[in-house]
């Protein structure tokens, strides 16, 4: 079975730009989660969606958008990219939210972020 | 939001048990406690969750005191491999995780 898959891998952009990432979860799995990780800090949560909607909001300016499509993938948009968006794109997948122990969340490979 | 502390970096060698402790004196009634493994340039892989006493699976084990305001992963004969960050974090009310900086894991020959 396919694991969670990121597109891109890897990508470059200059300040001002914006950017689209994007995230398939597992199959089976209705929520999808974004996080961003540093350089040297653990990941950061931006966004958590479950059938479509957005559930969960982490402390990023309204640059950072994002959506889930009916087949549950989902978008990451940041717009007027600046130095310090550079990082590791994390996306991770589960079958639900919420407090169970049953939720866990499956992290995808990553989509790295470069801002010049 | 509640945190969690937890030692910067350890070492260890081969076929040692190593033991990583993390403090979280809020956390709240309903939080469960999970650990993730992270290599270089990878997502974090879920190790082990547990919301008291102990818990055991193939790869850890993961004790938490009655209070628990700390929690211990006990990772048995570790091997080179195991070298890599360790992330203790509680389950947020939303279901996300909250990270911290984790435990840079080095394991020598």
């Known amino acids: 079975d396919a694991g969670v898959t990121q597109s891109p891998t890897h990508l470059i952009k200059t300040r001002g730009q914006h950017v689209t990432l994007r995230c398939s979860p597992i199959?089976?799995?209705?929520?999808v989660s974004w996080y961003q990780q540093v350089l040297g800090q653990g990941p950061q949560f931006i966004f958590q969606y479950y059938e479509k909607e957005e559930r969960g909001r982490g402390n990023f300016p309204d640059r950072f958008s994002a959506r889930q499509f009916p087949n549950y993938s989902s978008e990451l948009n940041v717009n007027a990219l600046l130095l310090g968006d550079s990082a590791l794109y994390l996306c991770?997948?589960?079958?639900?939210?919420?407090?169970?122990?049953?939720?866990?969340?499956?992290f995808g490979p990553g989509t790295r972020l470069t801002v010049l | 939001l509640a945190k969690t502390t937890q030692p910067i970096s350890m070492d260890s060698y081969e076929g040692q048990e190593v033991n990583i402790t993390c403090s979280h004196n809020?956390?709240?009634?309903?939080?469960?406690i999970t650990w993730y493994q992270q290599f270089p340039s990878q997502g974090p892989r879920f190790i082990i969750q547990g919301y008291k006493t102990k818990v055991t699976n193939e790869v850890a084990s993961l004790f938490i005191p009655a209070d628990r305001k700390s929690s211990t992963l006990s990772l048995p004969r570790v091997s080179l491999s195991d070298t890599a960050v360790y992330y203790c974090l509680l389950r947020g009310s939303q279901g996300n995780l909250i990270f911290g900086k984790g435990t840079k894991l080095s394991v020598k020959p």
């Open positions: 199959s089976g799995h209705k929520s």
């Open positions: 991770a997948s589960s079958l639900t939210i919420g407090e169970s122990s049953y939720n866990e969340q499956f």
């Open positions: 809020n956390i709240a009634t309903n939080d469960y």
